[in-house]
């Protein structure tokens, strides 16, 4: 009477233990390198989103005539938007509540920890990860509009991304 084999040998489960280290060895940084791309890409994709949020109010701006060195205009919600030269100036109440998808609280805004600037000094928006602290190497800086006609200053450092 012959028996039946029912099930792997050892050194078919060891054969198989190695190909999926190698496989793993291989693959790993692959992914490691993929983490730092998604944070370089949430962070360029913040920086869009504050040069349009910040052309769009521009645009209110003009139409209201607020393009003074100081001035405030009104989104259709109800949300007031402070601006120096038709743009939204650096502070909480400017740039960040210009975006449409921000929250109550400026220090907790998306993945980003918000800090507010004034005049030359720029307005932050530092990439947070989950749990974590904000990463001054990994941000959205905003620099209000100097004068008529000068757009903001939009920059991105991912150098700590």
């Known amino acids: 009477m012959k028996r039946q084999q029912a099930g792997f040998t050892l050194i078919e489960l060891v054969v198989v233990i190695i190909i999926l280290g190698i496989l793993a060895a291989v693959a790993l940084p692959k992914f490691m390198g993929l983490s730092t791309d998604a944070r370089v890409s949430v962070v360029n994709g913040m920086s869009g989103s504050v040069t349009e949020a910040a052309d769009m109010a521009h645009a209110l701006a003009e ?3 607020e393009v003074g060195a100081t001035g405030s205009v009104t989104l259709p919600d109800g949300t007031k938007i402070t601006t120096a030269y038709g743009y939204p100036d650096a502070t909480a109440t400017g740039i960040f509540n210009s975006l449409q ?3 109550a609280t400026p220090s907790q805004a998306f993945p980003f920890t918000f800090t507010a600037g004034s005049g030359t000094t720029a307005a932050t928006f530092a990439y947070t990860a989950p749990g ?30």
Do not use: F, I, K, R
């Open 63 to 65: 139409v209201q005539g």
């Open 132 to 161: 974590g602290t904000a990463n001054d190497s990994c941000e959205v800086s905003y620099t209000q509009s100097s004068g008529v006609g000068v757009a903001p200053l939009v920059s991105v450092t991912t150098s700590g991304c």
């Open 101 to 103: 998808d921000a929250v």
